[in-house]
């Protein structure tokens, strides 16, 4: 006899199914380096979708301007066994009377809302006087799609290219722990446990420091800087040789080579393979959230890492239009969003050249998008407006400026940023940087009004716009 719990599940697995085929389904993905805020967006967009249609404030998304959103409800989600997205806790912690920014993404989560409107297109009008959209919301780290050309390497190619990342400004420095530790291992040797597992906590924590110290997000593997589930487990325990040359011509199955050499091939099978089969591969709509203003803050060489990470990751995302067939059994992202995260951390007359900067970063992928006829958007976007736009004085002239609350202080400051380069920055630029980037502490507001924001309702028509006619 099928319990009810079954029954539950095999009834929705069919509705989603339907929906599907019938287009009224969305898997919306949200990805982005460390710090782009992903998590406030994510809260912000469900909080806004939330409120329903008498207090909304997006006048860009037409649904709402035509009068046609009629609400949204969190409804349980499809998958049991992934983590859920923490709505409830984040909202909570933007809304409080001392609001703090939401806990950052650490590993895949989701959560689903049904979206109630009026349909505009003859056809629905015609079936029903009000349609309905199931939306699925998945949260993962961009970083995690940095392992994929793991796939096209061996381990010995792997150790060469850590290698020659060492010969980088500040790297060798910050792994001389790591070095020293390593130096000390025979690698044809049998393999002592403990010794791999003190050199992997070395090399963890030298990639640690790479992103909190020269600010890099180009760091492999991806998920030992974010493990997620896997914290701790011993598929973690492994690094690259990288003090000398690798010979494994007459090597033994006990050695430490071989133990390297065995995980290295685990973590592509079971952790790079598997997310990509399990997750992404399921997408139908992306947004990725790219912070460039702390970059352009810390130098030249955090910028030239993250431009490489965002190309990387561009590489990543599989494209093509969705028809009958292919939205069942094998969907692709057919609409993506670029978007420049914290536009309120810059000056308005500052978005236009935000905007074509990361406009510059994209445009390889841009290309591919294009080719395959896929629609896609850059905008720049603050999903919590944490600023307000006033005056100061700088270099004896008057000037549009910030005025916020300085995030490690919570002190109200007002400040003109400086201009943001509307080109991928030279040398020049380097030179004479004048950009002074803060970070900010959310605003405080009103429990029964919507967050404030630049441009989210843009960001929603662009994803969802063409799914609610």
Known sequence: MVSKATFSNLHRSAKDLV?????????????????????AFITALVDHLLQGPVHHQLPL?????????????KVPQAHFHIPSFKFEQNINSLRADQPVWPEPTAGV?????????RPDSLLWRNLSQTAELTLDIIDYPGEWLLDLPLLHMSYEQWSEQMA??????GRAELAKNWLNLGAQLDLHGAYDELQIA????????????????????????????????????????????VWGEINSDHDNKDSALSMLSARFEQYKEHVVKRFYQQHFVHFDRQIVLLDCLTPLNTGRQSFE????????????????????????????????????????????????NLLALVDKLVVN????????????HCIALAAVKSTQVGNVNYQGKPHVALTGRQLDTSELLSLYPGEVPADLPQAAFWQKQGFDFVNFAP?????NLPLPHIRMDLAIEHLLGDKLL
């Not at 998304?61 to 409800?73: C, E, H, I, N, P």
Request: glycine share 8%; aromatic share 10%; charged share 20%.
């Open 61 to 73: 998304w037409s649904v709402a301007r035509d009068g046609r959103f009629l609400g949204a409800k």
């Open 305 to 352: 890492d993250m431009q490489t990470a965002v190309e990387q990751i561009m590489q990543s995302f599989q494209y093509g239009q969705s028809g009958f067939l292919r939205r069942l059994f094998a969907p692709k992202i057919d609409r993506i969003v670029f978007a420049a995260s914290k536009a309120d951390h810059v000056t308005p007359d500052q978005h236009e």
């Open 365 to 376: 992928g841009q290309r591919e998008v294009a080719f395959s006829g896929i629609e896609s």
């Open 19 to 39: 929906d599907r085929s019938l287009d009224r389904h969305v898997r919306l993905a949200v990805t982005g380096l460390s710090r782009a805020g992903k998590t």
């Open 443 to 447: 605003p405080v507001v009103a429990s």
């Open 198 to 241: 003190q050199i992997s906590q070395a090399y963890t924590q030298y990639l640690h420091e790479c992103k909190a110290q020269l600010g890099l997000h180009h760091i492999q593997p991806g998920r030992f800087v974010l493990p997620g589930e896997l914290a701790g487990a011993p598929l973690l325990a492994f690094f690259p040789y």
């Open 164 to 169: 020659q990342s060492l010969t980088q400004p």
């Open 109 to 117: 989560s989701e959560i689903r809302l049904k979206i109630k409107y």
